[in-house]
T-cell receptor, first 114, second 116 residues
Framework: AQSVAQPEDQVNVAEGNPLTVKCTYS??????LFWYVQYPNRGLQFLLK??????LVKGSYGFEAEFNKSQTSFHLKKPSALVSDSALYFC????????????FGKGTRLHILP | GAGVSQSPSNKVTEKGKDVELRCDPI?????LYWYRQSLGQGLEFLIY????????KSGLPSDRFSAERTGGSVSTLTIQRTQQEDSAVYLC??????????????FGPGTRLTVT
């Protein structure tokens, strides 16, 4: 069955430090992977995606993510965190072999400490 | 351009009543999704449409939940005989599936449903 896991409910990072939000996935075929962000009292926004090609993908607001097929991971990263990055982050996966169903992880709350 | 819109933004209803939630996707987007987000929780997949058909209804929590989409555009999610556990934010998203690789979803602001 198609699934995605975000092992950390919350991540705390000091402003200016690098941040990583973890995501692992399980699909029957090759995956399409996404990251979304939900700022307080705002809707979900698309950050970046991996479809094919380079394993390192760059997205909005200076975020990037690395696709690792052997580890079935798609961790979200940023070299230097900002307080304004504090939000709820969701990883999502679409199974290439299963039409358009997209499954989301439970979310990781990121706190950037000033 | 216009984004995904949902109505109403807030709905308070009494237990046992029926409610209808509406989603207007971005024009031209062929795929439409419904999710539920409970307080502090992740996104629970409910159903998605490709055009007017729903290939996967496996996420609907019970037979009290139903959804339809007409004209490949507007969708309504209906909850019959609402229960308190139905209280959540219901999110709608659309994506331009017809374009290869353009599977990112555009979310509406959600409908906050409170069942008293």
């Amino acid at each position: 069955a198609q699934s995605v896991a975000q092992p950390e409910d919350q991540v705390n990072v000091a402003e200016g430090n690098p941040l990583t939000v973890k995501c692992t996935y399980s699909v029957s075929g090759n995956p399409y992977l996404f990251w979304y962000v939900q700022y307080p009292n705002r809707g979900l926004q698309f950050l970046l995606k991996y479809i094919t090609g380079d394993n390192l993908v760059k997205g909005s607001y200076g975020f990037e993510a690395e696709f690792n097929k052997s580890q079935t991971s798609f961790h979200l990263k940023k070299p230097s965190a900002l307080v304004s990055d504090s939000a709820l982050y969701f990883c999502a996966v679409r199974d290439r072999n299963r039409d358009d169903k997209i499954i989301f992880g439970k979310g990781t709350r990121l706190h950037i400490l000033p | 351009g216009a984004g995904v819109s949902q109505s109403p933004s807030n709905k308070v209803t009494e237990k046992g009543k029926d409610v209808e939630l509406r989603c207007d996707p971005i024009s031209g987007h062929t795929a439409l999704y419904w999710y539920r987000q409970s307080l502090g929780q992740g996104l629970e997949f409910l159903i998605y449409f490709q055009g007017n058909s729903a290939p996967d209804k496996s996420g609907l929590p019970s037979d009290r939940f139903s959804a339809e989409r007409t004209g490949g555009s507007v969708s309504t999610l209906t909850i019959q005989r609402t229960q308190q556990e139905d209280s959540a934010v219901y999110l709608c998203a659309s994506s331009p599936r017809a374009v290869w690789g353009r599977w990112e979803q555009y979310f509406g602001p959600g409908t906050r449903l409170t069942v008293t």
